[in-house]
């Protein structure tokens, strides 16, 4: 569901939540992402972060440098302006994956569950644009919307305690990549041989929030050269 406006909740004393809507709803996310880039162009008076999500952002502020009528003020007018400019186009990402094999041990589970093959499975997977929603979890992990509903899938019953680097996954009606190892629940199909978070690069992510994310089927030996050359920044 859309609002017409954007509607405002007070977090404690220094965040303000403002929302554009309910659900995974792609035009609610846009409207989120842009609100988001114009508050890190005009640099307010007191905000000190802006975190978006799926339909609302959070403004972390001083309450000792803006007051919260004002703050909201000006994120009425700044919306406002908003609306008078075109969104600008996403970057497209594109991601090798080696699917299946010892780096996709759930590939069986989700092609079982579907009623697909593994090779049907990956087919669609990997046939999809996937916009970023979100970055949320661990740095860099990217919660992507626009996979086929026939790919929908449960979360383990037991999450693992640690999922390697690079991993994707699939939960219920979302795919996603796992930058760094964690604890997770997500069915793992596949790996990315791609260092999707490096915090010795200048920007240590690979993608934002609006991208579109392209998943690329590589069998083993490739998966193992892009490792090689990531690595040694030779890819990069």
Known sequence: MHYEKPVFRVNGDSALLVEYGEGIDISINERVRAMT??????????VKAVVPAYCSLAIIYDPCLVALDALMEDIERLEAARLSSPPSPPSIVEIPVCYGCDLGPDIKFVAEHTGLSEEQVVALHSSADYPIFMIGFTPGFCYLGGMDPRLKTPRRKTPRTAVPEGSVGIAESQTGM???????????????????????????????PGDIIRF???????????????KTDEGL
């Not at 880039?37 to 007191?46: I, Q, R, S």
């Not at 190892?181 to 990315?192: C, D, F, K, L, V």
């Open 178 to 208: 796992y930058p760094i190892e964690s604890p997770g629940g997500w069915q793992i199909i596949g790996r990315t041989p791609l260092r999707l978070f490096a915090p010795e690069r200048e920007n240590p992510f690979l993608y934002r």
């Open 216 to 230: 690329r089927p590589v069998g083993k030996d490739e998966f193992l050269e892009i490792a090689r050359k990531d």
């Open 37 to 46: 880039a114009v508050l890190g162009e005009k640099n307010l008076l007191g």
